[in-house]
């Protein structure tokens, strides 16, 4: 996707305005905003997975909403407390951890489809838990600040964003969505609440099933999921095994896009529909490249 950081930065700071905000572009008040936001975000996604029993039943695009909101605070927070430094960096820290965390966390989730899910909530729930974690040491940074008179260290203060950052990756390697996709789509959801900009009378009075059917468009098929479909086609007919955990295993992608391809393949006849078990079959016959998105 053509998208960055620093486009997605600007997008997000045209929602502030002057109703409730002193002066729009205040570093003190925007890092208070922000750190504020990123805690308040922490806990609706702590109460998201308490009410959560098993992966499968997970409400994906609502978590993703909540990522994306987490991004939307932390634009807010490093464009007044970091400079171009954090947008800057933005890439190659995601780059960078994303390297480091999904090899290793596709071969923990080597297991069958029960401990699957259950090993996924859990990384789910370490992650958030990391979240919650830096964004109380990044608020209680500026707590300090202005209370104790105590001078803000910036490498500490980045620290903790590139913390909140790699959890927030985290969450997005388990669920097997693209980063850059969940900040179009917290763009897209904002310019619906706020054509103009922030107005008391549109947060509290949104169109909350428009603002679900964005997040779920922005969740649907994607150039990805086709790219993958070819190799999901070979593997089932091959090995006649056609679960989710099964493609996600050998493909070593995440629970969402292994479910979207399943999907296709059924779409397209190349397997059953799930019996009264949930077990499939493969269809000889079936269509080979003719994707069904």
């Known amino acids: 996707m053509d998208y960055n950081f620093e486009q997605y930065q600007k997008d997000a700071l045209r929602t502030l305005s002057n109703q409730f905000h002193l002066a729009v572009g205040s570093p003190a008040q925007d890092a208070f905003h922000g750190s504020i936001g990123l805690?308040?975000?922490?806990?609706?996604?702590?109460?998201?997975m308490e009410d959560t029993e098993s992966f499968e039943m997970l409400d994906k695009v609502n978590l993703q909403e909540e990522i994306g909101d987490c991004l939307w605070y932390m634009a807010i927070l490093s464009n007044a407390m970091c400079g171009e430094r954090f947008s800057n960096d933005f890439k190659g820290l995601v780059k960078e951890h994303y390297a480091a965390i999904k090899p290793n966390l596709f071969t923990a989730l080597?297991?069958?489809?029960?401990?699957?899910?259950?090993?996924?909530?859990?990384?789910?729930?370490?992650?958030i838990t990391s979240l919650a974690i830096s964004t109380a040491e990044l608020l209680d940074i500026y707590k300090k600040a202005v209370f104790y008179g105590k001078l803000i260290d910036s490498d500490d203060q980045y620290e903790r964003l590139?913390?909140?950052?790699?959890?927030?990756?985290?969450?997005?390697?388990?669920?097997?969505v693209d980063i850059l996709q969940i900040m179009h789509t917290n763009i897209d959801k904002l310019k619906a609440?706020?054509?103009?900009?922030?107005?008391?009378?549109?947060?509290?009075?949104?169109?909350?099933?428009?603002?679900?059917?964005?997040?779920?468009d922005g969740t649907s098929v994607t150039s990805g999921d086709t790219a993958y479909y070819n190799q999901a086609l070979d593997i089932v007919r091959k090995d006649k095994k056609a679960t989710i955990?099964?493609?996600?295993?050998t493909l070593q992608i995440g629970y969402n896009r292994a479910a979207r391809l399943i999907d296709m393949l059924e779409a397209n006849g190349v397997i059953s529909s799930g019996d009264h078990t949930g077990k499939r079959t493969?269809?000889?016959?079936?269509?080979?490249?003719?994707?069904?998105?």
Not at 110 to 127: G, K, P, T
Not at 245 to 249: A, G, L, T, V
Request: net charge negative; proline share 1%; with cysteine.
């Open 110 to 127: 080597d297991c069958d489809a029960d401990e699957l899910d259950a090993q996924q909530i859990n990384y789910l729930h370490n992650a």
């Open 245 to 249: 955990s099964y493609i996600q295993r």
């Open 282 to 293: 493969v269809i000889e016959g079936g269509k080979d490249n003719d994707i069904t998105c």
């Open 193 to 216: 609440r706020f054509p103009d900009k922030f107005n008391s009378d549109d947060a509290n009075n949104r169109d909350l099933d428009k603002e679900r059917g964005i997040l779920e």
């Open 162 to 176: 590139c913390n909140i950052l790699d959890a927030l990756v985290d969450m997005t390697i388990i669920i097997d």
């Open 39 to 48: 805690v308040t975000e922490a806990g609706e996604l702590m109460e998201l």
